[in-house]
């Protein structure tokens, strides 16, 4: 089966750069996208096709990816990046789009 | 504006059935897949499977596979996740979501709308 694996969680000061990570086998040959999820709220896309970034995403936001790991990065964390934080990919190789969700990692700002 | 619009709250005892929707507007509803996704009360998300309205081609993903049925209307606009005999595990918030996000580059497979949740309490 399709997996991806995340850290349950990270910590960081204000300020600081914080680093979450999401590892799969399929990862090098299959974008993946990141959502951040503040209580009691829906989802909201943070990264797409590994490193772009929607409109109205502040630039403090960047991923990268290199081989089976994708990295969201979140530069000068300011109190309101608590939240939890999903990798997401798709198998679009078959008939249809085959979408799994990482484990999810909450972000703590100390 | 495109908008997804869940069904409201719902508080069920354990055996009964329940069918909760998700309407669609501001876009052309049969060209995206439409996911479902569930959120167990301090968990993850989990993919709970897709349809495309278009068509009605319907995909589970394999831990939900017999477990509910997902449907949609492309007259009404609105897909429909539904249970016909609900337990306790299935308490959870829902997601409707809208595979599909295009940039200059083209088509995401990621979900940029999502509905606001319904809220699944099931118990005795």
């Known amino acids: 089966s399709y997996e991806l694996t995340q850290p349950p969680s990270v910590s960081v000061s204000p300020g600081q750069t914080a680093r979450i990570t999401c590892s799969g086998d399929?990862?090098?040959?299959?974008?993946a996208y990141w959502y951040q999820q503040k209580p009691g709220q829906a989802p909201v896309l943070v990264i797409y096709?590994?490193?772009e970034r929607p409109s109205g995403i502040p630039e403090r936001f960047s991923g990268s990816s290199s081989g089976t790991t994708v990295t969201l990065t979140i530069s000068g964390v300011q109190a309101e990046d608590e939240a939890d934080y999903y990798c997401?990919?798709?198998?679009?190789?078959?008939?249809?789009?085959?979408?799994?969700f990482g484990g999810g990692t909450k972000l703590t700002v100390l | 504006e495109v908008q997804l619009v869940q069904s409201g709250a719902e508080v069920k005892k354990p055996g009964e059935s329940l069918k909760i929707s998700c309407k669609g507007s501001?876009?052309?509803?049969?060209?995206?897949?439409i996911g479902w996704v569930r959120q167990m009360p301090g968990k993850g998300l989990e993919w709970m499977g897709i349809i495309y309205p278009g068509d009605s081609d319907t995909r589970y993903s394999p831990s939900f596979q017999g477990q509910v049925t997902i449907s949609a209307d492309k007259s009404i606009s609105t897909a429909y996740l539904q249970w016909s005999s609900l337990k306790a595990s299935d308490t959870a918030m829902y997601y409707c979501?809208?595979?599909?996000?295009?940039?200059?580059?083209?088509?995401?497979?990621?979900?940029?709308?999502w509905g606001q949740g319904t809220l699944v309490t099931v118990s005795s």
């Open positions: 979501a809208r595979l599909g996000y295009y940039d200059s580059s083209g088509y995401q497979i990621c979900v940029y709308y």
């Open positions: 096709k590994d490193s």
């Open positions: 501001g876009y052309s509803f049969t060209s995206y897949w």
């Open positions: 399929a990862l090098p040959k299959q974008y």
């Open positions: 997401q990919s798709a198998d679009s190789s078959g008939t249809y789009p085959y979408v799994v």
